[in-house]
């Protein structure tokens, strides 16, 4: 098989929670063990960063990659989902896989993913450790998929546990209670491993803390060490990648690495404000990293998150696609991060609000549409994908809660008539989930 028919063989044979929901996921580690073993366990053989959570893991993910390549680290990224090429979730210093590697991988293993009969996710998990430990890589970023305590990422021994927050999503698997949801995220916390979480919420905290001492593992807090402020510049649009300059200040000074300045300003090409949130757990990651004697300084820091979009490949975190009309695109799709969405939206100024919005069908949707904003035009549509919610259902919800709009048969028809609708000074915003965005960008 070509490139194109051996992905499109695993689209089509292995489970995928894309196309079937929660169908595909397994609520176990045997199929990943499984095929680990048939690829000689190659999990073992590099050292890791697994950084799970709700929102904010894999931008997280991305600037972690983009910092630890610029200080000279052979540096392996695992994410998901991919928005363009499924070669995106597994890259080396940025660069995708070859397409003959993942000919090459399948061609050997199509026996074992008969007799196994993993999951998409799965597969694509032995792919990259199974690339990781060949090439050598000196440490790798790896990405939690969904959950943390059964996830397919998780037989990994890390250096660190990253845990960025916790949020409403996939209740329908993890559980109804942001406490079932935390104790799922927590199962990646292991025995002597020291674990970071990004956000203090006191509704979740303890669950961390309690598996944490289990565990013996040392546990901190990013929210408690770092206060990061962002200086007022607004948001403009040129032919040059548009950046932020923020401001880190140590909150409070109990670190024991080099990282001391109690002032940094650190040039940021990801820009919507939840990254503040993000900057405070790399941080952390960062600073245990040089208590092991990671060479990272400051200008690494520096060159790094200035550019982790260009250095890692990253799409789709409030992204400028046009600037006439403005178009900014998003993947925030559960409640949490709209809410954050929506704080960016505010602080552009804009005459009138085009949104494109579209959605899947498996999730409950009622806490997004309560906090959008009623005064703004929908353009709902559904995303070309089979979990992707019809756009007529998408807009009789919406009608409910005073969201009002017109139906389009695809994203790209309804992104065209918002951009053509668009007046000067007007904003068009897309999103409402991963996969609206994919087909944007």
């Not at 690829?39 to 959570?53: L, R």
């Not at 003959?100 to 694509?124: C, K, L, N, Y």
């Not at 009002?404 to 999103?431: E, M």
Request: proline fraction near 3%.
């Amino acid at each position: 098989m070509n490139y194109s028919e051996t992905v499109q063989y695993l689209y089509s044979q292995l489970p995928l929670f894309t196309r079937d929901g929660a169908s595909a996921y397994k609520a176990d580690l045997t199929n990943t063990i499984a095929l680990l073993n048939k690829v000689d366990n190659p999990q073992h053989k590099f050292k890791s960063i697994h950084v799970g959570g709700t929102n904010g893991k894999g931008s997280t993910s991305h600037m972690l990659a983009a910092v630890l390549q610029t200080a000279g680290y052979k540096t392996g990224l695992y994410t998901s989902p991919h928005l363009k090429d499924f070669r995106e979730r597994i890259r080396i210093n940025g660069q995708m896989i070859s397409e003959q590697q993942v000919i090459d991988f399948v061609a050997t293993h199509r026996s074992d993913f008969d007799e196994i009969q993993p999951s998409f996710f799965e597969m694509t998990v032995a792919l990259a450790f199974d690339i990781f430990a060949k090439k050598k890589v000196d440490i790798a970023i790896i990405e939690v998929g969904l959950g943390g305590r059964l996830d397919s990422t998780n037989v990994i021994t890390p250096l660190l546990s990253v845990i960025t927050n916790i949020g409403w999503d996939h209740m329908n698997i993890l559980g109804d209670t942001l406490k079932l949801i935390a104790n799922e995220k927590a199962g990646i916390i292991k025995p002597g491993i020291p674990v970071i979480i990004g956000e203090y919420q006191e509704e979740v905290a303890d669950t961390f803390i309690e598996k944490a001492n289990q565990e013996h593992s040392e546990i901190v807090f990013a929210s408690d060490i770092f206060t990061v402020s962002k200086s007022d510049v607004k948001l403009q649009i040129s032919e040059k990648p548009y950046t932020e300059l923020i401001e880190v200040e140590v909150k409070k000074n109990n670190l024991t690495s080099d990282l001391q300045p109690l002032v940094s300003y650190f040039r940021l090409d990801l820009t919507g404000t939840y990254q503040l949130k993000n900057i405070k757990t790399v941080l952390c990651v960062i600073d245990k990293l040089r208590l092991r004697r990671f060479k990272i300084t400051n200008e690494h820091l520096k060159i790094a998150l200035q550019q982790v979009k260009t250095l890692t490949g990253l799409h789709g975190r409030w992204e400028v696609l046009n600037s006439h009309p403005l178009t900014i695109c998003d993947t925030g799709h559960n409640p949490e991060g709209m809410q954050e969405v929506l704080q960016n939206i505010a602080a552009v100024a804009y005459n009138k609000l085009h949104f494109v919005l579209g959605v899947v069908n498996d999730k409950d949707i009622s806490k997004i549409l309560t906090i959008l904003p009623t005064n703004a035009l929908y353009y709902f549509c559904k995303p070309d994908i089979p979990r992707g919610l019809d756009e007529k259902s998408l807009w009789l919800k919406a009608e409910g809660f005073g969201l009002h709009g017109d139906t389009y048969p695809s994203v790209k028809s309804a992104l065209a008539a918002a951009q053509q609708s668009a007046g000067d000074g007007d904003l068009v915003f897309v999103g409402g989930s991963t996969f609206v965005v994919a087909e944007v960008v």
